[in-house]
């Protein structure tokens, strides 16, 4: 007997399987399947097939996190893995705060409301800020002036909303679910009234795990529901205390405007302060940050799993870089690494780098949150924490193509053109975080890929350091390139120094401790000043070829050229080691005939070199393409 193929999703397929069935029927040998009513018959039959099998595969779809495309699948999956996927995230900014209290306000005291509002314009929109909590300020002398100092102001952008919900009978763990879905779930503050006629108000803290809850403990779970908003449990007297018929459950929380308002920095109060007079000022802005939209989907995928691996502790480094990344969508990337892999090696600490998607550095007050509100309920108690911000290495790239102009209708310029954005796509998309490696190779076949007509491809990279320095102050300077580097190739952008009291226009060159250089040198050099014709002015410091690590002795470096504020040292990767790793992927000499390989900096970001040509401050073009035209008969 002739089988179905029920493996088809396709209508038309659906009806010729259904049609060979029934002309191996006897009953059916000598019908005319299209000139018939039977084509009808089977026209339905595949439609309902072909129907419930495309409802079949969406439903085994939405059944699993990888395949999942609803938002509501995923975060229901994630749900299972006891994560909450991250709500929008208010901006952020920090201000000192005077205010100049009227003649008439005596008390010594000032109590800055946490309902007070604030606004800032970005592109033309004005939105709303508040102090995340009540601050009050005691009166101070500023410039012969009595004023209230608000230290350091935390606002929040948003907008505040209060909801009421009585609890009934049928409802004592709730749920209760909060009417926006634009909510800010960090910001959420819930008190419970005992009734209309009792105000004894209690409050109660969300918890995320049932570990160690006791019946009478006062706490909420907080989920997101399949429409997007959030919902509230409370316990049920067994993991925490359950509500009472005729509670009153108070919930304050921002809506929040993610990520429009940040870079928000000019603010002006809204509200009238009683008792201030006409003197308001804002110093020492920071501008606003860290405003989010709700996690994606696909982080969602990415980090539920994660999540729910670390079982809401930090033990493992995996463990500090989910949960900190799960709650911190100003974080993009972060690596942590344990004392005993630290260089050297400090025992009974924990380090964490945070690379952040604005600027180059994470906030104190961010980083006075996370080991506040993550590290210190979750790490082990012999273990301290430390930060250490991002080091950043760029890294320039010279390249040179040669193409075939009879292959493309492309001239050298829009090939050129089209390098620089395959190289830019590549950092940006690949790199520019930390726990990201360089590879040369890699770098190689992304040019190669930009047009068919290029028919060879030539690349040098470059690493760059960026060093602040000190002007007028006597300083030492160490620091690494991390990869094994080039012997007579150290250089630096101009500077003026003082040496015996006299001012020189410099920069920093190295020479090698011996005359056989690379490839088989691979020991130290020594680091001079030089002037501009070169002359060799004063031993500063050496070179590790190996490691690339410069070690400078006190220079007093008195201005910079130029626009820089920065001291820029260039070097090259060595010939054999144009990869650049910030992995700890050590090669020694035990395992290894060649050199050692410099230990990676797990706190390094390689970003593209993006410096232009300077002869006044001797800035080295960073990204120096080059496209030639091989012309056949020259």
Known sequence: MAQLNVTELD???IKQSLKTFMQAQDEFSDYDFEGSALSVLLDTLAYNTHYNAVLAHMLANESFLDSAI????VVSIAKSLGYTPRSRRSSTGYVDFYLTPASSYTDITYTLSRDTVFTSTIDGTSYKFYPSKDVTATRQTFDGVDKFFFDNLELKEGTRVSNSFLIA???LSGPITLPNSNVDTSSIRVSVQKSTTNLTVETFLETKSLLDLKATDKVYFL???VHGNYVLRFGDDVFGKKLEAGNIVIIDYIVSNGSLPNGAKSFTNATTLTGSGEDKLFSNVTAALGGAEKESIDSIRKTAPIFNQTKERMVTATDYRSLILADNPSVQSASVWGGENNDPPIYGKVFISLDPVEGQIITQDVKDSIITSLV???APVAILPEFVDPDHTYIGLKVGVVHDPSKTSLTT??????????????FNTDLNQLNKNFYYSRIHNIVKAVSPSIISVNITPTLQKRIEANLNVDKNYTFSFNS???PRELHSTWFNATLNTINYKVKFQDIPNSDVVAPEYNGSGIVYLVDSSGTKLKNVGTIDYDTGKLTLGSIMVTSLYGSDTALKFRTRPHDDSKDISTSVLNRTS?????PVVAKASQNTVLTLDTSALNTVTGSRRGLDISVTAEIEGY
Not at 70 to 73: A, D, F
Not at 590 to 594: A, D, P
């Open 484 to 486: 094994r580097v080039q």
């Open 376 to 378: 210190s309920p979750r």
């Open 70 to 73: 609803k938002r509501s699948s």
């Open 413 to 426: 310029g829009q090939i050129s053109n089209a390098v620089s954005t395959a190289i830019s796509n590549y």
């Open 169 to 171: 009978a049928n409802s």
């Open 223 to 225: 989920e997101e529901e």
């Open 590 to 594: 035990e395992t290894s005939t060649g």
């Open 11 to 13: 209508f038309a397929n």
